[in-house]
C-alpha cells in the first residue's frame, strides 16, 4: 500500500528512494571542481560580487566566500570554532504527547538519532552560518517500518542560487532549457534553473540580521574586513623585505670600465635579494629606515590584529575566546557568557529546520498519514541547575524537610546507583531522636574555694609605705585624680542580692547598673567628641584642624571614672556568678 503525502494528497514518489538530487555534473552548470578561481581581490571586484548577489547571480560571489575561508585563517578559526561548539551539542528527543502512539514515534526517531546519521552533519548544517544558506540532499532508507534518511549529502551553494524576484526561494542550477517560477504573484519564469523537492533536500537558513536570504549571509560582513587585512599583510611583505633585508650598496670608481660595472652589478645581485644598487663613489645614496611612521612594522601588526578583532565580534561576538589576555578571567567568563548566547541561537535554528524538514516527512512516511503533533527534537544543553548550587541546596534545605529522589540526582551528577555487594563511599546521617521534656535529679555539688582578689586602689585606701607625698607638696593634699569610686560595692554584693532578690530579681539589679554605667560612658564620650566635630566644621583646611586638635586638652576625667565604674561592675558579674553556682550546690 502506498503512503500518502499528506501535503499533496497523493502517493509519496518513489523517486525520493532513489539517486539523492541536486549531484554535480560532468558536463553542466554544477562542476564538482570551479576552474576560474579567484584571483587578487579588489575593492572594485568585490563591490561588482556583492551587486551580481543581490540581482540573483551569486555565483562568483559563492565562489569567493568558499576561499575566503582557506584564504583567511582568522576566519576559519572562528567560524570554525562556532560551528564545532554546536555540532557538539547534545541531542534529544521529546514526544508530541503521553500516548502509546505518540512515544513510538518518538522512539523512531530517537532510534534514528542513535544512529548518528544527523550528527556526522550537523557541522556542514552551519556552513549557513557564512554563507546565508545551505543545501543538503536527503537519500532516503527504507528500514522494516520505517522511512528515515541514511544519509545527508552536502551541496556547494555555487549550484544554487536565491530568486531575485522574492529573495527568499532557493533554486538549483540547471540546463538552460529548465525554468523556475516562485510562489508569488506575478512572478516570471527565471531561466537556467529548476525548482527543489523539499522531501528531497534539506534547506537550512541561518540569517545574521534581520532581512532576505538573498542578502544573508555573515561572510558578507567580513569580507571587506578580510579584504583590508589582505592588502596590509601585502604591506607588511614588502616592508620585510625593504627593511628587514640588508641591502647591498656597490661603488665603482671614474676609471672602471663597463666590464668592470657588470662583474660588480652581477656580485651585488648574486650576494642576496632584490635590495642592492651600485653608484659611482661620488655620488651619496641613504637607505632611510622608517621608525614610527607608516612604514612601521607595528602599524601592520596593529592594523591586522584589530581587524581580526573586529572579524571575532562579528562571528563569535566578543574576542576573550580568541585572544589570550592576561589579568581578565572576570572579562573572560563574561565573553564566554555570550559565546553561549550565540551557540543556544544557532542550535534553536538548526532544530527548527530538523524538525520541519526531516522529523516530519520521516513520520509522515513511516506512519502513513499526517499527525496533529509530531516528536520534538531539540540540539542544545538542557537549562540545569548547577551541580554545585544542587549541592548546596540539598545541605541547607533537606534538613528543612526538602525531598528529592535519589535517581535524579544521580542522572543529575552523571554517577550510577550502587548495586549490592558494591564498595561504596559516603554514609547516610541518622536521624538525632527527639528527647520529651523531662526533670533532671538533684545534684550535690563540693564547696568551692574562690580565688584570692586584690581590691582596686582608690584615694580612701591606707597608703602604703614609699607612696607619701613629695617634698614641697602639702601633706593634706593629695595630686588631682579622678573622683573616687565606690568599689566596695562588689565585696557585699551578696548581701546586696539577699536583700532585694525578692523584690527586683538579682538581674534585674545588675542591669540597673549596667544600664547606668553605659549611659555615663555615652556622656563622657559625647563631652570628649563635641569639641573635635564643633573643630571640623569650623577648620578651614586639614592642617588647620590638626592644629586644632593638638592645642585641645579634652575632658578626660569622666571618661576614666567611667571605666573605672565599668571595671568595678565587671568584678560585681563575677561575684554574681560565683554566689549563684554556690547557691544551687547548696539548694
Known amino acids: 500500500m502506498a503512503l500518502i503525502d499528506p501535503k499533496t494528497g497523493k502517493p509519496f514518489p518513489s523517486s525520493m528512494l532513489a539517486r539523492p538530487v541536486g549531484g554535480a555534473t560532468v558536463v553542466g552548470s554544477r562542476p564538482a571542481i570551479w576552474t576560474t578561481p579567484l584571483g587578487a581581490i579588489d575593492p572594485a571586484t568585490l563591490a561588482s560580487m556583492l551587486h551580481e548577489a543581490d540581482q540573483g547571480n551569486s555565483l562568483e560571489w559563492h565562489n569567493f566566500a568558499e576561499q575566503i575561508e582557506t584564504r ?3 576566519y576559519l578559526g572562528v567560524l570554525s570554532t562556532r560551528k564545532r561548539s554546536v555540532s557538539q551539542l547534545p541531542i534529544a528527543v521529546t514526544p508530541a504527547g503521553p500516548s502509546a502512539a505518540q512515544k513510538k514515534q518518538a522512539d523512531l526517531v530517537q532510534g534514528w538519532l542513535d544512529r548518528q546519521v544527523l550528527r556526522r552533519s550537523l557541522f556542514d548544517f552551519l556552513d549557513a552560518i557564512g554563507k546565508g544558506f545551505c543545501v543538503h540532499a536527503i537519500k532516503w532508507g527504507l528500514k522494516p517500518g520505517a522511512y528515515m534518511p541514511d544519509r545527508f549529502l552536502f551541496r556547494p551553494q555555487r549550484w544554487f542560487d536565491i530568486s531575485w524576484q522574492d529573495g527568499e526561494s532557493v533554486k538549483i542550477r540547471d540546463d538552460a532549457s529548465a525554468g523556475f517560477t516562485p510562489d508569488m504573484d506575478g512572478a516570471t519564469v527565471e531561466g537556467g534553473f529548476s525548482a527543489l523537492d523539499p522531501r528531497t533536500v534539506v534547506i537550512h537558513k541561518h540569517p545574521s540580521w534581520s532581512g532576505l536570504t538573498l542578502q544573508s549571509g555573515l561572510t558578507r560582513a567580513i569580507c571587506w574586513a578580510s579584504m583590508f ?5 601585502r604591506d607588511w611583505g614588502v616592508f620585510i623585505q625593504n627593511y628587514g633585508i640588508p641591502g647591498r650598496l656597490g661603488r665603482f670608481g671614474q676609471g672602471s670600465s663597463e666590464h668592470d660595472r657588470d662583474v660588480l652589478w652581477r656580485a651585488l645581485t648574486d650576494y642576496g635579494g632584490m635590495l642592492a644598487a651600485m653608484i659611482p663613489k661620488e655620488m651619496d645614496f641613504d637607505l632611510i629606515e622608517a ?18 578583532e573586529q572579524i571575532s565580534k562579528a562571528v563569535l561576538g566578543q574576542t576573550g575566546t580568541t585572544d589570550a589576555r592576561t589579568g581578565t578571567h572576570a572579562a573572560a567568563a563574561t565573553h564566554r557568557l555570550v559565546q553561549e548566547d550565540i551557540e543556544r541561537h544557532d542550535a534553536l ?6 524538525n520541519e524538514q526531516v522529523v516530519r516527512p520521516m513520520i509522515d512516511m513511516s506512519f502513513g498519514g499526517p499527525s496533529e503533533d509530531y516528536p520534538l527534537v531539540l540540539i542544545g544543553r538542557p537549562d540545569e541547575v548547577p551541580v554545585s548550587d544542587l549541592v548546596s541546596l540539598l545541605q541547607w534545605a533537606g534538613p528543612q524537610g526538602l525531598k528529592v529522589k535519589a535517581d535524579d540526582i544521580y542522572a543529575r551528577t552523571g554517577l550510577e546507583k550502587p548495586e549490592e555487594g558494591d564498595d561504596t563511599i559516603g554514609v547516610t546521617a541518622q ?3 527527639v528527647q520529651p521534656p523531662h526533670s533532671l535529679p538533684g545534684e550535690q555539688r563540693p564547696a568551692q574555694t574562690l580565688p584570692g582578689r586584690a581590691t582596686p586602689p582608690s584615694v580612701q585606701s591606707d597608703v602604703e609605705p614609699g607612696q607619701e607625698a613629695e617634698p614641697g607638696q602639702d601633706a593634706g593634699k593629695s595630686a588631682p585624680v579622678s573622683p573616687p569610686v565606690s568599689t566596695h560595692v562588689g565585696l557585699n554584693l551578696g548581701e546586696i542580692l539577699e536583700r532585694h532578690a525578692q523584690r527586683v530579681g538579682k538581674s534585674a539589679i545588675l542591669d ?13 564620650l559625647s563631652a570628649m567628641s563635641a569639641p573635635i566635630r564643633r573643630a571640623v566644621e569650623t577648620s578651614d583646611s586639614f592642617e588647620d584642624l590638626e592644629t586644632t586638635i593638638r592645642k585641645m586638652k ?10 573605672e565604674q565599668a571595671n568595678a561592675l565587671a568584678f560585681m558579674l563575677g561575684d554574681a556568678a560565683a554566689l549563684e553556682t554556690m547557691g544551687g550546690g547548696n539548694g
Open 349 to 354: 535554528l538548526l532544530s527548527v529546520t530538523i
Open 291 to 308: 621608525k614610527g611612521g607608516a612604514g612601521a612594522a607595528e602599524v601592520h601588526e596593529n592594523r591586522v590584529k584589530w581587524l581580526d
Open 229 to 233: 587585512k589582505f592588502f596590509t599583510v
Open 72 to 74: 583567511d585563517l582568522h
Open 512 to 524: 540597673m547598673l549596667g544600664q547606668r554605667v553605659g549611659g555615663e560612658i555615652e556622656q563622657a
Open 554 to 563: 579634652l575632658p578626660t576625667d569622666q571618661m576614666t571614672a567611667a571605666l
Open 431 to 433: 536521624p538525632t531522636p
